[in-house]
């Protein structure tokens, strides 16, 4: 149950080339599980989850799989995907302000969208209303257009229709960004809400901010430059993390709880590689105060203690 | 809402007010002298009191002779009696008159070109958007079409059928040897004459609705809400009938800008096919000084591009719902 992903490799194509925006990305999600992944901006975070659910140009499959549920997804086949799309995985894109027909009343275009998926909207009425409930959106904003809403509001519908299958796994990409701190607080603990009511099985929560994911992720997955650097329990990440990189990333935080904004995360000296080129081996070498000549070859991933995985050469030997 | 009409019909009358107040103005400030043009014309009379009389005479009854602010109230006087004044050219004839009879010429050549054109464009540019072989083809040959100049094509068009081919007439809007009536074979020979300058129309018009519509379609099924229903497995169908709905918004506009300048481009079409309808008569009222005339041209055109304006304003309330946010200023 829950996801595996093994050896996923997404790359853009464009005219200057391939970006190699994920490189061999292997992690999985127990059900019910909700996984945080953060990195700054641009390390894949938005590449990988939306290879799950919508592989589409630019982006291209290179390899790996994903099972789901213990089926594997045809996550390169925009067709076949479309019969898990919505009813088994699902997405709050990172563009949820925009993501509703401005020209359609949102409960029209809810029932449009269920029709083509051959549900019944009457029957999925009640339950849609008592979400809209969980999400405190008066029942009349089906009766509106996407532009009569607050971006808060749009944000929490895109929420429920998205969720309104009751999807195994939820992608949420970047709901808190665009929030105020209050709103921001809101939109989380209606996540995990959602997940306890079992609106969606597992979910996998992206942002760029940390902080936001101590209150409501399981676990922690950290991504740098197109790698997955580290998977903990959150528990873990926070506190006893064995990347260097999460280590950096960690200890420039703060203090647990409180919000951080991104530029301080470039305090770490350096910048990213660009992933247009990117350096052979470990992408973090440049600027990771331990590297050593091994870091040339790429760091397996490996399970350092149970749930706890680490990509780097110094603690690999210790696993 | 009721502030939101209140406050267009104004600018409306505003605009309809300075317009026409233009409209007197170009043709007294033009060069030149209708009357006396009028008489060198018809007159075989040498006498120069004689010429001076008759001068006179026909200065008083157009109102000629009046300072030019009091030519200006009667102007609007008359305007609001619904008189439109002699035509000089065709004298005696009104000009209401003058107009009423070429204004079925246009409808008759316009409303069917501009609105088929702007259906058949939408539909072509529409399926072009989906299938790369249609889009390979009937892009590039709507791009020619509209970059070609209107005047080019449809000379071209009438030296082709009509002259090189011979099978339709270039000239006129029926059979010069016929009198106007209501037999099939006058009908034949009213469509026999519309085809060429209808056909010119309708091609110029096609390639730019079809060219607008292919791109708006690609561009919004780019959009984010087009992705969203992508990544939630909607069907292609949904899909594009989203963004069909909404890249016709765009192009209704254009409809209505089209609607809109009616006259201005039928003008070419009218004088290169020597079609009798308003644009035709305004070429004829400008070179014979009918000062009249031309007015009332121009006054047909002015109501026609508000109208068009007013009625697209309404259609557009109708089917964008962030119009009718604006308009009653409320905030989400
Ligand atoms: N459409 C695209 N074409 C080319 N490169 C892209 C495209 N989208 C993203 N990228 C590149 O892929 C990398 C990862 O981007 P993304 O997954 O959006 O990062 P994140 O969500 O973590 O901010 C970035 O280097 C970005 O420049
Ligand atoms: S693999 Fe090497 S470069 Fe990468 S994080 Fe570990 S020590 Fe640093
Ligand atoms: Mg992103």
Redesign the pocket.
Known sequence: MGLQVENLTIY?Q?LSGD?R?LENATFSLEGGEIMGLA??????????GHSLIFLAP??KYVGGRVLLDGEELPIQDMEKMNEFRFRDISIIP?YAMNALNPIRKIGRMTEELLQAKKVDFKAVLPELKRRLDLVKLPHDVLDLYPIELSGGMKQRMVMVVSTLLDPSLLIADEITSALDVASQKAVAEMLVEFRDQDCCKSAIV?T?DISILYQIADSIMI?YA?QVAEKASTRTIIHSPRHPYTKLLISSLPEIGVKYSERQLTGIPGKPPL?LDPPPGCRFRDRCPIAFDKCLEVPPFVEIEKGHFVACWKEAGNA | MKRYFGRKILIYLLTFFLAVTIDWMIPRFMPGDPVRNMLTRVSVNTNASAIQMMYDYYSHLFGLDMPLWQQYLSFWKSLFMGELGISVYLFPTPVKDVLLRAIPYDAFLLVPSILLSWYAGNKFGAFAARSKWLDNTISPLSYILTATPYMWLGILLAWFFGIVLGIFPIAGAYSFTMRPNLSWNFIGSVFHHWFLPFASLFLVGFGGWAIGMRNMIIYELEADYSHFLGALGAPKKLVRKYAFSNAVLPQITGLALQLGVIVAGALVTEVVFSYPGIGYLLLAAIQNQDYFLIQGCFLFIIIGVLLANFIIDIAYILVDPRTRRGMTGETA
């Open positions: 853009y464009t970006v925006a990195g700054e901006s641009g390390c894949g975070k938005t590449t990988l630019p982006m990172q992206i760029h991504m197109g992933l």
